[in-house]
């Protein structure tokens, strides 16, 4: 399903419901900064720690290599910075970036607990404020779906890659048909009851899960990740399809 913003009236969706863009912003801002402290906790219960295998699965197929610079956007809590870090070396370098001040404080701080002095950088994906060509590779990972305009954040982080650079795309996709009652019943009653007892929020983990179904599904982001430059996309269904990883080249 391809819900794309309407640029006609400068609105767009957050979860189910249309608010103005600027909304928007505003709302998944105050999500974040709700579910900060314990979303790492949160992202290991609603998963049973399987974002850590896909994240791995990412940044083995990445083609990161000693010496490569990596920018990791709406990064979070820097678990995918963390491991670039020991792909790229001490001569490479991978810049933890978030558009959420109280996310990117908790990826900060694991990444000093972890030894690591990575820079990091609050930033809107919509408007990176690095040179053209500057990065080896570019991932976001559970990020994108949180976007008010994918399409202007997908043709950024193609212009901030260097030639023959990759872009990889973490996210929730559109699960094996088979499962979608199942899935369901897990995202809009069980997913919520858990953000209420573990995160003190159910609310927004009632967001997390509409979001996930307004998310273009894998060959619209493929054709969307196409129309922003990049070349030779293709995408891995991993846990049958509830989560899915693209990958583009820039050309």
Known sequence: MNMSEDSNNNT???????VNEAEKQQKVGEVF???AQKYD???DVMSAGMHRVWKRFAVDISGVKTGDKVLDIAGGSGDLSKLFSKKVGTNGSVVLTDINASMLAVGRDRMIDAGLNLPAAQCNAEQLPFADNSFDCVIVAFGLRNMTHKD???????RVLRVGGRLLVLEFSKIWQPFE???????FKLLPLMGKLIAKDATSYEYLAESIRMHPDQETLKQ???D???GRVDYYNLSAGVVALHKGYKL
């Open 152 to 158: 202007i954040a997908l043709r950024e982080m193609q």
């Open 41 to 43: 906790v949160m992202n």
């Open 224 to 226: 969307m990740m196409l």
């Open 228 to 230: 922003a430059g990049l």
């Open 181 to 187: 009652k199942l899935y369901d019943a897990y995202s």
């Open 33 to 35: 900064h709700s579910v």
């Open 12 to 18: 767009t969706h957050f979860g189910f419901k249309t």
